[in-house]
């Protein structure tokens, strides 16, 4: 059974940075792409980024995190990061990572993604 777990999350100071990382154990299904979630409180769960399989050459951002936040992969390590610069008293949410087996190209479609993690708490104060 394959399990997700992200680290890296805390209390940081808006325009303060973060690094999330999302650690892959179990046997895992190849092809498969990569995302970032969140959710902040009373509101529903959303696409944050993704990365394509294996190369990790096409990536994609919310709007919201476009130019601030930035993907990546290492298949040897079988992990997936998210550096988070800038950050916002708005990005204040629980962030998870999840795999969308049998997928080569990135996905923004939450119900692709087939295993979550257990989420990390990230809290921006202004």
């Known amino acids: 059974q394959v399990q997700l777990v992200e680290s890296g999350g805390g209390l940081v100071q808006a325009g303060g940075s973060l690094r999330l990382s999302c650690a892959m154990s179990?046997?895992?299904?190849?092809?498969?792409?990569m995302g970032w979630f969140r959710q902040a409180p009373g509101k529903e769960r959303e696409f944050v980024a993704g990365?394509?399989?294996?190369?990790?050459?096409?990536?994609d951002y919310a709007d919201s995190v476009k130019g601030r936040f930035t993907i990546s992969r290492d298949n040897a390590k079988n992990t997936v990061a998210l550096l988070m610069n800038s950050l916002k008293p708005e990005d204040t949410a629980v962030y998870y990572c999840?795999?969308?087996?049998?997928?080569?190209?990135?996905?923004?479609?939450?119900?692709?993604?087939?295993?979550w993690g257990q989420g990390t708490q990230v809290t921006v104060s202004s």
């Open positions: 999840a795999a969308a087996w049998g997928r080569r190209t990135v996905v923004r479609v939450m119900g692709e993604y087939k295993n």
């Open positions: 179990g046997r895992t299904f190849s092809p498969y792409a």
């Open positions: 990365i394509n399989w294996w190369s990790g050459d096409s990536t």
